[in-house]
């Protein structure tokens, strides 16, 4: 039930979690609460949940405690707010979404709560997608399951790529050895510098065979056990950091990046790598 009276804040409960869940029903009661926060829906709010989970990462790759507990903090809103308007629509509430989390861990950990013994972690890892599949097929009844079936189509690209070729790897679908995952990097390479060279550049055949040479990069990036979207992000750092200092290097001089040409600032960008 939504609050009747005014909220203040002497009336919200102590204890931490009863707080938070306390303070979203306040912003969404329809008489007291916030217009903003009244307005809002599952969709509108999905975009910051998504956010919420990058800042996160973002706090975890910088070493920094004090954000991440910050970032925690308003991933978990995140997750206050679905159950709430959720709650609202009568179909499920915020305890509902715990307890069907920590039996999901239960069951996908036999080792721990139960007699199965699984001796490292590769082991579990085929425990978890074994019941994991398990899962999907019980929730679409006697219905066939897909190899595919279940990779979320809003993931960042490079991960859902990656998800995706580790189930077909599952059915065999996949290279044994590593030469032939760079010989078809270099094959889409191919049909891309084709597709540019060609007389007439469609937009549409450029995009898709670049969709292929990235796909099959990710597919490298699996076979060297290295994270595609880490690998990127890290790449995305060391640029920002090299071009920051290209740039603090022709303000010294009193000028832009507009000002220099490309063989200047190629220059200063070799200097910007041997920097630590």
């Given at each position: ?49 998504i956010e919420e989970a990058y800042e996160v990462a973002d706090a975890i790759e910088r070493d920094d405690?004090?954000?991440l507990k910050e970032e925690l903090g308003d991933l978990l809103l995140q997750v206050v707010y679905h ?194």
């Amino acid at each position: 039930m939504a609050p009747v009276d005014k909220p203040t804040p002497e009336k919200l409960p102590k204890e931490p979690l009863a707080r938070l869940l306390a303070v979203m029903a306040w912003l969404r009661d329809r008489q007291h609460g916030c217009p903003w926060d009244i307005d809002q829906t599952f969709r509108t709010i999905s975009p910051y949940t998504i956010e919420e989970a990058y800042e996160v990462a973002d706090a975890i790759e910088r070493d920094d405690m004090p954000a991440l507990k910050e970032e925690l903090g308003d991933l978990l809103l995140q997750v206050v707010y679905h159950a709430q308007m959720a709650s609202e629509a009568g179909a499920f509430a915020f305890q509902d979404v715990a307890q069907a989390i920590a039996d999901k861990m239960v069951d996908r950990h036999p080792h721990v709560f139960g007699d199965l013994k699984i001796t490292d972690a590769n082991a579990q890892t085929v425990s978890w997608e074994a019941r994991k599949a398990a899962e999907r097929a019980g929730k679409n009844g006697s219905a066939p399951t897909g190899t595919l079936d279940g990779v979320a189509r809003a993931l960042p690209a490079l991960l859902r790529a990656e998800k995706l070729q580790k189930r077909a790897a599952r059915v065999g679908f996949d290279w044994k050895e590593i030469g032939p995952v760079i010989d078809k990097i270099e094959e889409e390479l191919g049909e891309l510098r084709a597709e540019i060279s060609a007389g007439t550049q469609d937009p549409v055949r450029v995009a898709d065979e670049m969709g292929d040479v990235l796909f099959a990069v990710a597919n490298l990036a699996r076979h060297c056990k290295v994270d595609p979207e880490a690998a990127l992000r890290s790449t995305n750092d060391k640029f920002e950091r090299r071009f920051r200092y290209v740039e603090s290097r022709l303000a010294d001089q009193g000028r832009r990046p507009a000002d220099a040409t490309l063989e200047e600032m190629e220059a200063l960008w070799q200097e910007a790598k041997g920097k630590p």
